[in-house]
């Protein structure tokens, strides 16, 4: 067996999440190839050699796969994937946008956001918002699969440098350009990787009361934010926030939720953490059943005292 | 302009699935049936761009069972035009459903695709790509903001992990809907009888020249693992000393 795993990176360094994807892989078996693809994206590239486990980097460098667009990408993937018996992926918004598009080129189907790897053709996944797990089959000659990272464990350490080899990137497909991004600038640690995350719900009332609460108490755990969609949709805090079934999965050491009623759709992005606690004035709140400690009553008073005695 | 908006049937969003007994599948008998939530939302979108006179004709497609009539009917009485079902199997694939939908394009020539996000049954979130490949279209997913420019280009705003991103693409293209796009509206009493006189055709995957076998075995459905949760704490003391002394993680 012979696989490809797709870096996410930014040009400069790869996430924390591609560790993770190789655990993936690692499971899977076989000889484990990196694309790093972007450019000016060289750092990457001589950073991602040292990964354990990683038998070759094959990088490509162009202006046209500068800013991840799905379609260059996905071509560039579909065409190196013949080679290969697994691509694998983060099923991050990056991976999620790219990685069908080239399942669709290579007429195979995609098995997304795996959870397990029961054998190289045979994965786990949620589905329905995590209420139910199915176990697919492949007979696909590539099998192109994205990987939830929380559910692997990151591959630790360094290994010996793995050989670099540059592969020539195909003409731009001008189909999309990237005009403007606007990415949220914070000190705090990343959502997905976290060891703490405090997240907040329609129950914080406001954008002010969001952050007069949670920020302290977030300080104070050097912990990552995240919100309910209710919490998003009112205006909160940015998208990019949300964790559940349609937003960011975490498992975190430890997650706060506050004022977070625990539908299942928020749940699906949580439920794996490995200690949750609930703080909310409704006793009957589903978040409770979920929560290893749960705390009942007016967040406006507990989590400033909770802020107070850590 | 002609806009295409793929629309699912799949189980409601407020019921908790669960395996059948036998694990060979969810268990669906009797159970609420909606449009998938992020097509209501790419519909409403499609319907905004009609009233802003910038689209001419909506059509509505579901590919699957008879019962997706219900969600077509739902579409139409929402502001489509006509609709088509591709009767076949419920569980039809991403990949599947995209030469199906690659095929109708072939026939309709919209300009513009409009679909959800992800299914929130299969959470796939893979079939607008797809169709976008096999077309050699651009595509635009998890669409916060959509802005047609006149010139054969749309300007899509998207949600991306750590922010939002806006790409320019060109038309005819692939977008698809994610939760912030807008807030769909209800179809009124009068529009749903209105939508049983409109067109609603069936066409058969073989009259579209595709194949729907699925690629993908399913071995088992089964029940995720347990979580035992439910202690309540009196105060924020007991709170802390629980993580400090018995969880650890503080
Ligand atoms: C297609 C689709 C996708 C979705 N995806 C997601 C997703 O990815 N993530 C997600 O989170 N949701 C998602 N949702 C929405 C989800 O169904 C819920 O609507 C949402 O999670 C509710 O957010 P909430 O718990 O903040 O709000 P609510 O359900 O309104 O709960 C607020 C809670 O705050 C408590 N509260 C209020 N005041 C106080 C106080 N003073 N002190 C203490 N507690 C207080 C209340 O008791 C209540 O439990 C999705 C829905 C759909 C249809
Ligand atoms: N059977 C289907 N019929 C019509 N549209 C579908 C079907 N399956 C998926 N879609 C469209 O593709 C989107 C993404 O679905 P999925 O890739 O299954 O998560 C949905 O939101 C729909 O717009």
Redesign the pocket.
């Known amino acids: 067996m012979s696989l490809l795993v797709v870096a996410e990176h930014d040009n400069h360094t790869f996430k924390a999440s591609l560790r993770h994807v190789l655990a993936a892989a690692r499971d899977i078996g076989g000889d484990i190839h990196l694309l790093v693809a972007g450019s000016g994206c060289e750092a990457v590239a001589q950073a991602a050699r040292a990964l354990p486990g990683v038998a070759c980097v094959r990088w490509a460098d162009d202006p046209a796969l500068g800013d991840g667009g799905a379609e260059n990408l996905a071509l560039l993937v579909s065409r190196l994937a013949r080679d290969y018996t697994h691509v694998l992926t983060a099923a991050s918004a990056f991976g999620k946008n790219w990685a069908?598009r080239a399942a669709a080129l290579l007429d195979v189907a995609q098995i997304s956001d795996i959870v397990r790897v029961d054998a190289p053709d045979t994965f786990t996944r949620p589905i329905y918002a995590g209420s139910v797990w199915a176990t697919y089959r492949s007979a696909d000659p590539v099998k192109l699969v994205t990987v939830r990272p929380t559910a692997f464990e990151a591959v630790a350490g360094d290994g010996a440098p793995a050989p670099l080899e540059a592969v020539s990137a195909l003409p731009d497909s001008g189909l999309s350009r990237r005009m403007s991004v606007a990415l949220n600038q914070s000190t705090r640690p990343e959502l997905e990787s976290a060891r703490v995350v405090v997240s907040g719900g329609r129950g914080l009332g406001s954008a002010e009361r969001f952050k007069a609460l949670l920020e302290p108490l977030a300080d104070k755990l050097q912990a990552a934010l995240g919100a309910s969609r209710a919490a998003v949709d009112s205006g909160y805090v940015p998208n990019d926030y949300q964790v559940g079934q349609t937003g960011k999965v975490v498992a975190p050491d430890l997650y706060i939720a506050v004022g977070i009623s625990g539908a299942i759709q928020h749940l699906a992005g949580m439920k794996a953490s490995r200690v949750i606690v609930a703080i909310n004035k409704d006793p009957e709140a589903p978040i409770f059943s979920v929560a290893d400690y749960g705390l009942v009553g007016d967040l406006n008073e507990i989590v400033p005292r909770l802020t107070d005695a850590l | 302009m002609k806009l295409l908006?793929?629309?699912?049937?799949v189980l409601d969003y407020n019921i908790k699935a669960r395996p059948k007994a036998d694990g060979s599948g969810v268990e669906l008998a009797g159970l609420k049936m909606s449009m998938?939530p992020?097509?209501e939302i790419?519909m409403e979108a499609a319907i905004r761009l009609k009233e802003a006179g910038q689209a001419t004709e909506i059509v509505a497609?579901?590919?699957?069972p008879a019962g997706?009539q219900e969600t077509l009917r739902t579409a139409l009485a929402l502001g489509a035009d006509r609709a088509i079902l591709?009767t076949?199997e419920a569980d039809?694939e991403?990949l599947a459903?995209a030469k199906l939908?690659q095929a109708l394009v072939a026939r309709e020539q919209p300009g513009l695709v409009l679909?959800?996000?992800?299914?929130i049954?299969?959470?796939?979130?893979?079939?607008?790509q797809?169709l976008a490949a096999l077309l050699g279209w651009a595509q635009a997913t998890f669409a916060s903001r959509i802005e047609l420019q006149g010139d054969g280009a749309a300007l899509v705003t998207r949600e991306i992990d750590g922010g939002l991103e806006t790409l320019s693409i060109r038309l005819p293209a692939v977008i698809?809907?994610d939760l912030r796009l807008n807030e769909p509206r209800y179809a009124t009493l009068p529009n749903i009888m209105k939508a049983k006189k409109k067109p609603l055709d069936t066409l058969a995957p073989a009259d579209l020249g595709v194949d729907t076998a699925p690629r993908l075995a399913l071995v088992q459905v089964s029940e995720p693992p347990e979580r035992q949760g439910g202690l309540i704490v009196p105060d924020v003391a007991a709170l802390v000393d629980k993580l400090k002394n018995e969880a650890k993680v503080i």
Request: hydrophobic share 35%.
């Open positions: 069908p | 908006v793929p629309v699912k049937r998938n992020f097509d790419a497609v579901s590919c699957g997706n591709v076949c039809v991403p459903v939908l679909c959800g996000k992800q299914a049954d299969d959470d796939a979130n893979q079939t607008g797809m698809t809907a």
